[in-house]
């Protein structure tokens, strides 16, 4: 249940978007779904609900493979600086939703 609400909220973003130069549909489902996946693990969730929405949300929501095409295709057409450029904020990016997830959880 979890996956498929994910996906699909997924899926209507990344279909609403026009294709910009920079991949910013991805790096926004993938930046809330680590922000999320903080939340969980700040709030010390329940085993259940980190199925649910830990694995099954944020997993359908986010998307390592689609990252992963979109920055060798900006490498792959001489646009080498915008690719790096989304590798590292998609890392640093995701890192810091994360820890920043992380704490909102813990603060309640």
């Known amino acids: 249940v979890g996956g498929a609400a994910g996906a ?15 991949p910013w549909p991805t790096l926004l489902v993938n930046l809330v ?13 329940r085993p259940s609900t980190l199925l ?3 694995t099954g949300l944020c997993g359908g929501l986010t998307t390592f493979s689609t990252f992963a095409v979109e920055v060798a295709d900006l490498l ?16 640093v990016g995701g890192l810091a939703a994360f820890r920043g997830g992380r704490s909102v959880g813990m603060a309640r």
């Open 33 to 45: 779904g680590c922000g999320l996946l903080g939340i969980l693990m700040g709030r010390r969730a």
């Open 52 to 54: 649910l929405v830990g």
């Open 76 to 91: 792959r057409h001489d646009d080498s600086a915008l690719g790096l450029a989304y590798l590292a904020a998609s890392v």
């Open 8 to 22: 699909f909220a997924r899926w209507a973003l990344l279909t609403a978007a026009t294709p910009p130069q920079f």
